[in-house]
């Protein structure tokens, strides 16, 4: 397995943030959370040239801001507003983990966020845009000095409610659009997935990736299908940023083979699966942390078991 | 691909029944449905030795028998109660598919049936147990002059709840469990069905197979896991029979190429999900009662490329 051997930037914007989650297993009082934390982090296991947009308040702990580029994290592009408070979200799983409420919401620092990102941001050959509210995610894209060879897109169903038409725009400029399933449903008012698929693809992205928890995540193109399972866990103990782990493992393999193939990007999927199922297994980022080379390897295997069968169609 | 070029026998015993469906695509009146039907039906297309057991009224259709005859399906263990009345079921499936109310119920000749195996039945190389009392699929075990290479024994919730005990016994007799993931979690009481499969594969069976509907399925045994994925459809019409032509392309697959071994279970595995595929397509038995060889290898093929990658983890 290569890992980090290619001298790709990524750009990701997304929310920077404290959660406090309750889930089945247990409760955390606030821990550092949001998209583009996790989405870096699961990325720099194969990409060392990450570019951080993001905004944090003055509660903000520096020395996560310090681990964060010992993780070779450029946060240049991260905003300290020393006199407001960070992003904050407080959720309640459900024992199914698949479905969550959410019990508080302080957008805080993010409600009048503008980024503004460094001149070295601003050329990358990869963009990934955390889920963020759609006319954030439009500005960054404006910032490009250059056409990235891929820009990958996070959503939410909020976006498809609150602001649809800057959605529609910034749905226009992306390579692959990543939702769930009950996400693509909404967006494309269609029960079946494929349909969806169909109806989603023709509103501008080329790819599209549907996730779906537990069931795994699909990748749709043209008329063609790929679908990686989730690897059966023992136990889910948090499901809070298995998405951005997915989308940062996806994008940090991307950005590490240099390659935009469908082919390439199926095993970018498996990598993303990867990285969702270490994710899940502790609260917060406490998995993604801490991850040597050798377990991702082991992780990718045991995907490989999972899925391998050996048919001849050949009389 | 090799199919139908073995000897071997699978003695199939289940339901042949009436069902009244209704599905948000339409709704039908009293057609042939069935475990057993769908099982031998699947089976067909790949193993030319299939002796069902099962028991109709004298309102069945002797056409329908004839039907089942011609694709090979020796009926000669089907049990005719002329002057009584064939099973019949009647539900209605929710917007999601994968969740349905029972309307009714009316045992009729499945009150009172006691198998009977014709001679011919009693040495097959493979026996398939249907959806069934346990008692009854205990009488079935009992039967058997030699031990088959493989039994195969589905079963449903309602057992679990009303006839455990005789359950438990059955499951002790058995390979091969297959059941869907909300009868893993009631049987195991475990949510986690990686949990589930090891509690319920210290119960009896060698091997568990946990249907999933649209999200596929995994079959355990030791440590090993595999997974098979749904095929992603358009429309899913009716999934009546889903879980039967699963079970019945599983075992006729098996049975035709003569193999157990873990991988072949695999292979088998696809071929199951390959049937299910071609059953839901249409109302009742429809699509599974009328397939061409050339169809089937090209759902295959649909497969393999659904889940197919390519990652050397070689250095």
């Known amino acids: 397995m290569k890992l980090s051997n290619s001298t790709s930037t990524i750009t990701v914007v997304g929310t920077v943030a404290f959660d406090a989650l309750e889930t089945p297993f247990g409760k955390t009082d ?23 947009v993001s905004v944090v308040g003055g509660d903000f702990p520096k ?20 006199n407001e408070k960070t992003f904050f979200w407080s959720g309640k799983y459900h024992l199914d983990m698949n479905t969550r409420d959410t019990i508080d919401t302080q957008l805080n620092v993010l409600a009048t966020f503008e980024p503004v990102l460094p001149e070295g941001y601003r050329s990358p050959e990869f963009l990934m845009l955390g889920n963020l509210m759609p006319s954030v995610q439009m500005m960054v894209i404006q910032q490009m000095k250059t056409r990235p060879k891929l820009i990958v897109m996070d959503t939410m169903n909020f976006w498809m409610e609150q602001a649809r038409p800057a959605l529609d ?23 079946s997935l494929v349909k969806a698929a169909k109806k989603i693809l023709a509103m501008g992205p080329k790819y599209l990736i549907i996730k779906k928890g537990e069931h795994g995540a699909l990748l749709f193109h043209d008329n063609h299908v790929f679908f990686a399972p989730a690897l059966p866990l023992e136990d889910v103990f948090d499901p809070t940023g298995a998405g951005d782990s997915f989308a940062g493992g996806f994008i940090g393999y991307i950005a590490s083979t240099n390659d935009i193939s469908f082919d390439n990007m199926k095993r970018a999927i498996i990598y993303g699966s990867a990285m969702a199922s270490f994710c899940v297994e502790k609260f917060g980022t406490e998995r993604i942390l801490h991850l040597e080379r050798a377990e991702i390897e082991e992780r990718i295997q045991e995907f490989i078991d999972l899925v391998q069968f050996d048919i001849s169609l050949v009389d």
């Open 169 to 191: 725009e910034v749905m226009k400029q992306v390579d692959v659009l990543s939702i769930n399933d009950a996400e693509a449903r909404e967006l494309s008012n269609e029960y």
């Open 30 to 52: 606030k821990i550092v959370g949001g998209a583009a934390t996790y989405i870096s982090l699961a990325a720099s296991y194969f990409c060392k040239h990450i570019n951080l």
């Open 63 to 82: 020395q996560q801001i310090a681990l964060m580029e010992s993780k070779g994290i450029n946060t240049e592009g991260l905003q300290i507003k020393e």
